[in-house]
Structure formats: structure tokens, C-alpha cells
């Protein structure tokens, strides 16, 4: 049988690199990504924003899902997965910046769903051989529009993702 905190420095090793994956894909993709695709002509812009947002979905979805494996199993393993559902998580210094991180998480979770399931599809919708102008201008102003809207997510996600790994610096402090 391991011991507990064996178990426990596991954990702790699987959420900080996921944290720095995270972490470090949306700061590549709000920082370098995007404004290099806003210099790249619209219909260029289009293709490679669809092939590397792919890659970053993957990385960041898998990233999301180890940080909430370990994170609420290293709760369990501590004995306070209970308090952070409790009051205690707002009445305990130490369990607020837990829940902060618990919080930005959720944040990203949402937010990371929504971006996956408008590029599946609209973003990299293929429209049959028999589809008309009239589709094609459809398809173009729907991309735009959740193009626009990733946009602003991006920034959203870039605060919840730092405030998320904030809350778990502070809370090893
Ligand atoms: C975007 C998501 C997250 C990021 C970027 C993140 C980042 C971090 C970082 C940088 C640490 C400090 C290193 C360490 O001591 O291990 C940490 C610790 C921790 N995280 Fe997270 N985390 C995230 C999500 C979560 C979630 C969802 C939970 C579950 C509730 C969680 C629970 C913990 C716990 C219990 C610690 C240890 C705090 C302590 O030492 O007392 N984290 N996290």
C-alpha cells in the first residue's frame, strides 16, 4: 500500500505541470497567437486560426481535466474535500484562495466547452458540394461572428487562468 502522501506529492506534481500547460497556452494564444492572426489576411487567418485553435483545444481541454482530477483528489486526500463545499471555504483563510481556484476552474471549464462545441460546429462546419452561394455567405457571417466572440473569451479566460493560478500560489504560501 502507498502511503497517503505519496499519493498526495503525485497529485501535486500532475497539477503543476497542468497548471503550467494551461497556463501557458492561453497566455501563447491571447498574447502571441491572436495578434499575429490579426495581422494575417482574413480568409489566411481563417485556416490557420482553425488548425492551431484545434491543437490548443486539445492540450487545454486535457489540461482543465488533470487540474480538476488532482486538484479534488488532493482535497480528498487532505480530508477537506467536504469543508470546500461547506461554509468553512469561505470562513478559513487558507480554503478562500481553494475556492478561488475552484472558481477560475469552473470559469475555464464553462468557458472551454462552449468554444469546443461552436468549433465543432460552426467554426469548422463543412457544408455539402450541393450548398449555394447563399449557404456559403451564411456560413462566413456565422464564423465571423463566434470568431468575435472567442475573441472576447480569450480575455476572459486569460484572467480566470491567472487569478485560478494565483489562488493555488497563494494557497501553498
Ligand atoms: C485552472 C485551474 C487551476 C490552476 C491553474 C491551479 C494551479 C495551482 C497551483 C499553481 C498550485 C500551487 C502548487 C502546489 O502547491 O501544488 C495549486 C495548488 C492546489 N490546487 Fe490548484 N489549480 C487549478 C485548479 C484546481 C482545482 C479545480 C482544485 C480543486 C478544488 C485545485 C486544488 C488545489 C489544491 C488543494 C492545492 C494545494 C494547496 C495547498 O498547498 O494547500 N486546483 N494549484
Same mark, same amino acid.
Request: net charge positive; charged share 15%; aromatic share 12%.
Given at each position: 500500500?502507498?502511503?497517503?502522501?505519496?499519493?498526495?506529492?503525485?497529485?501535486?506534481?500532475?497539477?503543476?505541470?497542468?497548471?503550467?500547460?494551461?497556463?501557458?497556452?492561453?497566455?501563447?494564444?491571447?498574447?502571441? @497567437?491572436?495578434?499575429?492572426?490579426?495581422?494575417?489576411?482574413?480568409?489566411?487567418?481563417?485556416?490557420?486560426?482553425?488548425?492551431?485553435?484545434?491543437?490548443?483545444?486539445?492540450?487545454?481541454?486535457?489540461?482543465?481535466?488533470?487540474?480538476?482530477?488532482?486538484?479534488?483528489?488532493?482535497?480528498?486526500?487532505?480530508?477537506?474535500?467536504?469543508?470546500?463545499?461547506?461554509?468553512?471555504?469561505?470562513?478559513?483563510?487558507?480554503?478562500?484562495?481553494?475556492?478561488?481556484?475552484?472558481?477560475?476552474?469552473?470559469?475555464?471549464?464553462?468557458?472551454?466547452?462552449?468554444?469546443?462545441?461552436?468549433?465543432?460546429?460552426?467554426?469548422?462546419?463543412?457544408?455539402?458540394?450541393?450548398?449555394?452561394?447563399?449557404?456559403?455567405?451564411?456560413?462566413?457571417?456565422?464564423?465571423?461572428?463566434?470568431?468575435?466572440?472567442?475573441?472576447?473569451?480569450?480575455?476572459?479566460?486569460?484572467?480566470?487562468?491567472?487569478?485560478?493560478? @494565483?489562488?493555488?500560489?497563494?494557497?501553498?504560501?
Amino acid at each position: 500500500m502507498m502511503h497517503p502522501y505519496t499519493w498526495y506529492r503525485i497529485l501535486r506534481l500532475i497539477h503543476i505541470y497542468s497548471a503550467i500547460v494551461l497556463v501557458g497556452a492561453i497566455i501563447f494564444n491571447t498574447v502571441v @497567437l491572436m495578434p499575429a492572426l490579426r495581422r494575417i489576411p482574413p480568409a489566411h487567418s481563417a485556416v490557420v486560426s482553425q488548425k492551431i485553435g484545434g491543437g490548443l483545444m486539445t492540450l487545454g481541454g486535457w489540461a482543465i481535466v488533470l487540474l480538476g482530477v488532482t486538484g479534488f483528489s488532493r482535497l480528498w486526500v487532505l480530508g477537506q474535500l467536504r469543508h470546500v463545499f461547506s461554509w468553512e471555504v469561505i470562513r478559513l483563510p487558507h480554503l478562500r484562495w481553494d475556492l478561488l481556484m475552484m472558481v477560475s476552474w469552473f470559469g475555464l471549464l464553462v468557458t472551454g466547452a462552449l468554444s469546443a462545441i461552436w468549433y465543432k460546429t460552426i467554426l469548422t462546419r463543412k457544408l455539402p458540394y450541393s450548398a449555394g452561394l447563399r449557404d456559403l455567405e451564411e456560413r462566413r457571417a456565422a464564423q465571423q461572428k463566434v470568431a468575435a466572440w472567442q475573441d472576447r473569451l480569450a480575455y476572459f479566460n486569460l484572467s480566470l487562468a491567472l487569478l485560478a493560478a @494565483l489562488g493555488g500560489i497563494l494557497a501553498s504560501f
